[in-house]
């Protein structure tokens, strides 16, 4: 096994990274404490899983007698492959965690550092010695900054010569200036957290988000950067993981655009990676209907990349795209425009695949794959249809990563197994083509 890939992990988020261990030690101590009614929890839960699931019971039973009681918290909690694919169910499942991360933050520092030297500690044990973990946080402004300085904090003291800990703050996309102008205000009072808090992310939800609502962010981070360069934020950003709202065409253009804005690694990218038959293949009528303002920012797209497009194939009809943005321009912005798939169509958009993996290559712009991530929750439907054939094959710069190592029971090393399982690829080979994952760290 290439102990270069095996060892930097640089696309994780804390809250995924508890196994089912951690989740008992975690919650040991206050799991009776804990009101598992929260936020509707264990109504959302019990209906997605269809089962009566007895937070209370299941800890006591496997504290008291593990044999039998630790494989079923085992199994409430890890989101396998038996759970089919189900995001529902995912996010029901990880929240079984997050119950206690939120009442563990609320309920004093000492707790909270405590759960993140659980998940660092096992990271150390699986024999990684560089993690760049991703978490927000919520509350009002000065919360907010003493979360993220806790975290910080903790995940410093946790580096030494041999683990090296870093963290990123994870922006939501429906509001990311608040947490985003926090991350700032807190490295202006306390200069000293930005050898730790060295990047920013764009997570969560996908859909109904284009890169280009984040351009004015991406400058003032750009700005403030050039302002104070001791407190660098780089920026990470989830991209063309989840895209049924949209044509494969624009998804594949969000990738780019991600990569155009600035991020220095896109998360996962399975829209430049997943054969278009197969990803339409995933719904009825998938990927057929868009917004006509989504359609015409792939219109301007297309034609200002003709040449570049024509270069690897893809017809661009210029004359044809501006009649289409005439007549377009009759519609409302929300109104939808649907077009089907031919097989000249799917030809294309590999072709506009392959030109988005060169312009992300030409960049410098690094893909995060995490294997199994998009197995179980980026509707990738096998093995032999991964991205990562595609994403491998093309010279773009590449690592492997385990987003939710926790939450999915696996770990870095099993993820390159895995890769070696399912490509052609031998170790050698392997770790020739990626290179030292750490040159793209943060
Ligand atoms: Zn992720």
Known sequence: MPNNLTSCDLHVHLAGSFYAEDLLAIGA???REVDWNARGFLDGYNAALQTDLNPIQLFAEALENPEIGFPKLKDAYVFGVEDGGDFEKFMWKYRLFTQLWGYGWERDRETAVSMITQAVEHHKRHGLNYVEYRAGFWGEDAELRRKMQICTET?????????????????????????YQAVRQLLAEQPHLAQTLVGVDFASHEEGYSPKLFRDIFQQIRRDNAAD?????????????????KSLESAVRWCHEAALLGAKRLGHCIALGLDPAVAVS?????????????????????????????QVGVAVDEQQLRA????LGNLKKDDLVERPYTPQR?????????????????LGTVIECCPTSNLRIGGVPDAAHHPVHKLLASPVNLCLCTDDPGTFDISLASEVE?????????????????????????
């Open 29 to 31: 101590p206050i799991f």
């Open 346 to 362: 799917f030809q294309e958009i590999r072709q506009r695949q392959d030109f988005a993996l060169h312009q992300l290559t030409q």
């Open 282 to 310: 995933r719904r009825p009528q998938a990927h057929e209907a868009e917004l006509v303002s989504e359609r015409l920012d792939q219109i301007a797209y297309d034609l200002r990349h003709a040449k570049g497009l024509r």
């Open 155 to 179: 995940l410093a003291a946790e580096s030494d010569g041999h683990f090296t800990a870093r963290y990123i703050v994870a922006l939501p996309r429906d509001d990311p200036w608040t947490m």
């Open 229 to 245: 360069p001791a407190q660098q934020l780089s920026i990470v950003y989830h991209v063309g993981e989840t895209f049924f709202d």
């Open 324 to 327: 289409e943005q005439k007549s």
């Open 418 to 442: 895995w890769v070696l399982q399912h490509t052609s690829f031998d170790p050698d080979e392997l770790a020739q083509r990626l290179g030292t994952p750490c040159r793209f760290a943060l």
